[in-house]
């Protein structure tokens, strides 16, 4: 089962009830406390998302406080600064203008976290800088998390005293986590009807759940078959009209890709999945040639069951991360620069670089840089 939200419609709902909610509450305040802001909703979760941001907000104040010219390290300071940005937290004031844009934001995460609970943490997760995940980090998640709280528990006691860890292996144990604890996800109907009580929420139109496995593009079949194949074929043969292989086999000779992209990708791949052959020549059929026609951009050239595919295989449904990636991709000044973010992108998800969509992913990096 999966989750395929509709951004728009879940960007105009969270838009719409926070409106709706700070129209009934700045009616009769001009702005909110604390201990206001924790009960501002009937939804725990909603309110626990804007204090968190407010501390993140708060945290990010603390060090634009700070001055090259005073010893902010000295213990009297630091503790002078603690007692001081105490204070400052037990009066918080947020206007309007500042709350409402908070609690949009804070509407959505709340919505995919009850409904798309992994696609949530993979995000979340993807998010972190530097592809670490923080001992700190996770515990501040703890403690603001309200739906499905086990996941974030659960890479916390996996962490054990560890001060951080990679994205991946958190993913694969928040990941973990939810196929071995089905029961344990929060049920969605008693929130869902606590939204519709400020604002009617249709779920049809922000998500649509899915209980057959995704789709994949039509001819999936015959060409898979083909790349499951194409390493023991010849490539060097026309794809039109088969023969006995009579040119110099492919094997022996030593095509590489500029800047040695296949020889330098990361040790984890082994000489048979290596970017590398995924990247020889072959033989222009007409199908080779339209392939290789030059394009000014990768976005607008990808046909939405490719874009599919690349979403669901090589970004985990996420079409965040998805976007990230084309865009960057796009963005790149040259071949050379583009092979380094693919490079970038296979050691962050792991990919198997001899699977179809790597291949086709390439292909179109490629066409975009005439290569």
Known sequence: MYHKFNMSALNQYSQSFARQICDDFFDKNQSATGTQILNLTY???VNMFVISSLYEKWKA????FKSPFFSFEHADV???????MN???QHISVKRDILEPILVESTKNTLSLLLAPQQ?????????????????TIKQWQKYTRINQFVPQAIADRMADRPTVFVNQAIDWAEAAIQQNPEALEPTEKWLSAFSAIVPLDANTVFRKNNRPAPTPPDTTSEQSFFDNLSQEVPNLPIIEPQPAVSEPVATKEETTPNGFGNHLNSQVT????LNDTLKNETDTMADIWQKQSIANIAQNIPLGQKFMFVQQLFDSSNSAYDAAIEALDRATDYPAALNLIRKFTAENNWDTSTEAVVELLDVVKRRFGK
Do not use: H, M
């Open 43 to 45: 939804i725990p979760q």
């Open 87 to 89: 204070v400052v937290s």
């Open 78 to 84: 630091q503790q002078a600064l603690k007692v001081f």
């Open 271 to 274: 000489p048979a999945e290596s």
């Open 120 to 136: 949530y943490f993979n995000d979340l997760l993807r998010d972190q800088p530097e592809f670490l995940v923080k001992a700190e």
């Open 61 to 64: 104040e603390v060090e634009t």
